[in-house]
């Protein structure tokens, strides 16, 4: 990985933990790069947990484990994101 690419990862790491409450341990195992997407898919594998795909601006579309991830990522490559307010 470059230094960008890192610098990236850990962004999206640091977004994953703030609204999906995940730890930066917990992020950092359970992190996938979408390199068709040029964004990283961060999830929690327990039963009932939620997930986000993160854009390299810090954008990002959460979505709960009722939503596949195929979906989920569809949806981001369509351009859908979430707005950070709904969880203030």
């Known amino acids: 990985m470059t230094e960008k690419n890192d610098e990236r990862r850990a962004k999206a790491i640091e977004v994953?933990?703030?609204?999906?409450?995940?730890?930066?341990f917990d992020a950092k195992q359970n992190v996938e790069y979408l390199e068709a997407?040029?964004?990283?898919y961060i999830y929690q594998p327990a039963r009932g947990g939620s997930a986000v795909v993160v854009s390299p601006d810090g954008s990002f579309l959460f979505a709960t484990s009722q939503v596949a991830p195929e979906e989920h990522?569809?949806?981001?490559?369509?351009g859908r994101r979430t707005d950070p307010a709904l969880f203030e």
């Open 73 to 78: 990522q569809a949806a981001f490559s369509e």
């Open 37 to 40: 997407l040029d964004a990283y």
């Open 16 to 24: 994953a933990g703030r609204y999906l409450g995940q730890t930066t």
